[in-house]
Structures are given as C-alpha cells and as structure tokens.
C-alpha cells in the first residue's frame, strides 16, 4: 500500500499551516512551523507569488494532507462529491472526509491525531455498532456508535495521561467514561474550519 514515509512536520511547512499531524507536539513550541515558518528545502524561502492554479493545488493538497488521504481517495471523494446534488459539492466533499471513521475517531478525542487513529482502527481496537472494524476510510453513518475494544480502553487510558482528551465537535456526542462516540449529524458549513476554501478545490478539479 503506498504511503508517505518522509517527516509529517515537512507537509505543514510546505503548505505554509498547521496541518496537526503529529497530534499533542503541534500545540507546543516543538512544532516545527512554529520554528520554521517556510518551506522546506534550500530554497524554501525563495517562495515567489503563487498563480491562481498554484492556489488551488495548494489547497487541494493541504486538505488532502490534513485528512490523511492518498491521491486517489481524495479525487474518488470528489466525484461522490459532484454526483449529489443536495448539498454543494465543496461542502459534501468535506463531509465525506469528515465521515471517515480514522477522523472521527480523533475528532471524538479518544487519539490525538488521525495517523494514530489509522493506526489503532487496523489493529481492530474499535467497534461500530458492535462489530469490529478494521477499515479506517469507513463511512460512518449518523447514529452509528463507534467505540473502544475491551482490550483497547487500557492503551487509550495511557494515551490520555500523555495526552488529555479534547473537545468533540458539536455534530458528535462523546461518553468520555465508556470511551464511546457517536456522528449525530453531517456537520454544516458553519461547524468546520473556516480557513479551508473549498471552492478553490472545485476549481482545482473543474479544470
């Protein structure tokens, strides 16, 4: 399976943001765009300004980055995306990474970071509704309970010593003491980050 194996630390200086890929160290001084803020390489500093495709790939790259997806699943994610017609397509598109289950398990704050939470979910350390699931891209559907493996709930206690659980987002419940959490609706527009620019992306791939 392909993957990226090059420091993480270099995807948010390359994008010029905080993309919080390596879960509590991002929030401390040791972030590395907190003592670099430019891109990598002998002639990260050099950047010159960006053309109007050289803003839509960034953006396009940046959330891709920060979901943790490969090419491939982020250009499949798009073309759900544009085939519903209820929702706009920048906004389904962030919805269906939102879904995702490695995403959700770190938004509910049982992980600090979507990787670990890869991680743990191929491990079989989580359920949902019951059943064991091994698939991290899994579409989890409102009202679906994801929760954590008997064998599971000591490593996560240890994770949260180091790391103390946040804050879930409002479109998700979270039972902090059985270490259960559960999607109650697709998030709106006005619940996900406001510095994303979704309609850069629909340009990127509308080209």
């Known amino acids: 399976m392909a993957r990226y194996t090059d420091s993480v630390?270099?995807?948010?200086?390359?994008?010029?943001?905080?993309?919080?890929?390596?879960?509590?160290?991002?929030?401390?001084?040791?972030?590395?765009?907190?003592?670099?803020?430019?891109?990598?390489g002998q002639h990260g500093q050099d950047r010159k300004k960006q053309s109007e495709y050289a803003l839509q790939l960034r953006e396009k790259q940046k959330v891709r980055r920060s979901y943790g997806v490969l090419e491939s699943?982020?250009?499949?994610?798009?073309?759900?995306?544009?085939?519903?017609?209820?929702?706009?397509?920048?906004?389904?598109?962030?919805?269906?990474?939102?879904?995702?289950?490695?995403?959700?398990?770190?938004?509910?704050?049982?992980?600090?970071?979507?990787?670990?939470?890869?991680?743990?979910?191929?491990?079989?350390?989580?359920?949902?509704?019951?059943?064991?699931?091994?698939?991290?891209?899994?579409?989890?559907?409102?009202?679906?309970v994801i929760a954590v493996t008997d064998k599971a709930k000591k490593l996560l206690k240890t994770i949260h010593e180091n790391s103390p659980m946040m804050d879930a987002p409002v479109w998700m419940t979270v039972d902090k003491e059985n270490m259960t959490?559960?999607?109650?609706?697709?998030p709106s527009r006005e619940d996900l980050d406001p510095t994303i620019k979704e309609a850069l992306i629909v340009e990127y791939y509308s080209r």
């Open 9 to 40: 630390c270099k995807l948010c200086r390359n994008e010029g943001v905080k993309l919080f890929l390596k879960g509590t160290r991002c929030y401390t001084t040791k972030c590395a765009i907190e003592r670099r803020r430019y891109g990598p």
């Open 73 to 144: 699943q982020f250009a499949a994610y798009f073309e759900v995306a544009t085939r519903q017609k209820k929702v706009p397509t920048g906004l389904k598109l962030l919805q269906l990474l939102e879904s995702r289950m490695d995403n959700l398990v770190h938004r509910s704050g049982l992980v600090p970071s979507r990787a670990q939470a890869r991680q743990l979910i191929r491990h079989g350390y989580f359920t949902v509704n019951g059943k064991v699931m091994s698939i991290a891209s899994y579409q989890v559907l409102p009202g679906q």
């Open 181 to 186: 959490a559960s999607l109650v609706n697709h």
